[in-house]
């Protein structure tokens, strides 16, 4: 199968019944033990230092890994994509474009997806069998979710094999596998609660060791707003095709994803909420409306080109924590006054 390079979650579906291997270029970039070689290869080429760390990291790990063929969404994510695309273009790569409309209709979405269906050659029933398949192991995702919020699964479990949905890591089958044996193992822990019950915003974070971090300090994100997306957690009880893309959040306007993440806190009674913004993205002033909008304690956290925390954000999110634990206490022990009385 030809390979193809993502640039984010796309309709995966279509690929796939096209024959083709789809390979998001981010999970490449940021699980790389070299990851840096990729962004120091963007800017040798002439990308500023100015510009997103994610960007120059698709560019570069696509570049050196030979991906000669790209599908990158236009609208509804990056607002660097389409610049992007062209500068694959000047290098020889084949680029497909793909949008999500900022109408957020129905109709729209399904045209889009009619015209990428068309362009690639594929019937709507191929599609709907490939759709069949790969929502059958999006239910795993939906279960080990279940096991984050059990106090099974680690944060860090919960974020990256829901993270690797976007492209399945490459292969479907084996990726299913894997799940399966994740799953019994993990089932096989005792229950390990933490004190704290935290959401993260924002898209996946440029530092690996978040998740575990905030474990250390007794806390545990069970709730990871776009990575839970990736999987499509409503995918299964969506109609069609169309509708399973119009109900995915992440690349539509703020007041839809609000909807969710209310959703979300409410059901999960979650304590706080860490919004990571990347250095030079727009959508860190989603960070203002965010914080006008939901009624629960927000810390907000930047990342650029590391991948690990500096020791101003651990302390920030050591101090947020301890914040929030005392905050858990007093309330507990007013409670128990208000109890007596």
């Not at 690929?15 to 998001?24: C, E, H, Q, V």
């Not at 497909?96 to 889009?112: A, M, Q, R, T, V």
């Not at 080990?144 to 292969?171: M, P, R, V, W, Y």
């Not at 995918?235 to 539509?252: D, L, P, R, V």
């Amino acid at each position: 199968m030809k390979k193809i390079g993502l640039t984010t979650t796309v309709p995966i579906e279509v690929l796939l019944a096209a024959g083709y291997t789809p390979i998001d270029l981010n999970n490449i970039f940021v699980v790389s033990k070299d990851y840096g070689k990729y962004i120091e290869k963007a800017e040798r080429d002439g990308f500023p230092k100015s510009m997103c760390a994610w960007i120059k990291g698709i560019y570069g790990a696509c570049i050196e890994n030979g991906i000669q063929e790209v599908l990158g969404v236009t609208e509804g994510d990056c607002s660097n994509t389409k610049t992007l695309l062209e500068i694959f273009k000047k290098n020889n790569i084949k680029i497909h474009s793909f949008g999500y409309p900022h109408s957020h209709s129905l109709d729209d979405i399904k045209n889009e997806l009619d015209k990428l269906m068309k362009y690639m050659g594929v019937s709507y029933e191929e599609v709907e069998e490939q759709r069949n398949r790969l929502n059958l192991i999006r239910e795993k995702a939906k279960y080990i979710d279940e096991l984050t919020l059990e106090g099974k699964a680690t944060g860090f479990e919960n974020h990256i094999l829901q993270l690797c949905f976007s492209d399945f890591d490459g292969d479907v089958d084996r990726y299913s596998n894997f799940l399966d044996e994740k799953i019994e193992k993990i089932n096989e822990r005792p229950i390990d609660e933490k004190e704290l019950r935290l959401g993260y915003l924002g898209i996946p974070p440029m530092q690996g060791d978040l998740h575990d971090y905030v474990e250390v300090l007794d806390g545990r994100f069970i709730y990871n707003e776009v990575q839970r997306e990736f999987a499509f957690p409503r995918a299964m009880g969506s109609e069609n095709i169309y509708e399973q893309y119009y109900n995915y959040t992440y690349t539509y306007d703020i007041d839809f994803r609000l909807e969710d993440i209310k959703k979300q806190i409410k059901e999960r009674k979650l304590d706080a909420i860490i919004h990571y913004t990347q250095a030079f993205c727009h959508r860190a002033v989603e960070d203002i409306i965010l914080k006008q909008e939901l009624d629960i304690p927000i810390l907000t956290i930047e990342g650029d080109k590391s991948n690990s925390l500096d020791a101003r954000t651990k302390l920030r999110i050591e101090a947020f924590l301890d914040m929030l634990k005392d905050k858990k206490q007093r309330d507990y022990a007013k409670k128990k006054i208000g109890d007596k009385q």
